[in-house]
């Protein structure tokens, strides 16, 4: 990722919008996309698993997998905002000791990073320029599942990209979105020897779930 892309990340997700979203997560639970991604990966057992959650946000994957048997969790996240959220929720439920953070560009910090039988990024390939380092990086790291929510490459999408990214540039942050070809992205993942079985689409928004 370029240090660009990372110091819009810190700007855009910052204090502010991460104790917004803690407090959305604690009122009404993990947003739709996400709880269905959860549902999906749940649904093969969670207890005495391990999880590698990259761009975890407040932690909402990580805390609803602790709560239902998870071993341990590690987060990686280029939010330091989003971190601390994270971690204090993870305190907050009791789960502070069973998980680990690290903050910066995962591609980066890959080497570092142990294989989870478990990895998912929510809503973070759409932040990430060089998609086939970070979904190759990525799923190489997932000992049996692999799961993901991206944006959609469809008519809308590709219409809203451009606007989205002219309104960070007006306010002069260097944080953009981007809409990676849905073939491209399957292609990556499935050439580390994951295969697709769950696939559900929203109007934006596609969760896909494979398994090695």
Not at 156 to 177: D, E
Request: aromatic share 10%; with cysteine.
């Amino acid at each position: 990722m370029h240090c660009c892309q990372c110091e819009g990340i810190e700007t855009f997700f910052d204090k502010k919008v991460a104790k917004r979203d803690l407090k959305r997560y604690r009122k009404k639970g993990p947003v739709r996309t996400t709880r269905i991604l959860i549902e999906a990966l749940t649904s093969n057992g969670i207890p005495g698993q391990t999880l590698l959650d990259i761009g975890g946000g407040v932690g909402a994957i990580q805390h609803e997998f602790l709560k239902a048997g998870l071993e341990n969790a590690t987060n990686v996240d280029a939010s330091k905002a989003y971190i601390a959220s994270a971690q204090e929720e993870a305190g907050r439920q009791g789960f502070a000791d069973r998980v680990s953070y690290h903050h910066g560009d995962f591609v980066d910090l890959a080497p570092e990073i142990e294989e989870a039988d478990i990895v998912t990024l929510d809503r973070v390939i759409c932040c990430y320029d060089d998609m086939e380092r970070l979904v190759g990086l990525s799923a190489e790291r997932a000992g049996k599942l692999y799961g993901v929510v991206y944006p959609r490459d469809n008519w809308l999408m590709k219409v809203a990209r451009p606007v989205i990214n002219f309104v960070f540039w007006l306010k002069g942050n260097p944080f953009r979105m981007f809409v990676h070809p849905t073939q491209a992205v399957d292609t990556r993942i499935q050439e580390s020897g994951l295969k697709p079985y769950f696939h559900r689409k929203t109007a934006i928004w596609q969760v896909v779930v494979y398994a090695r």
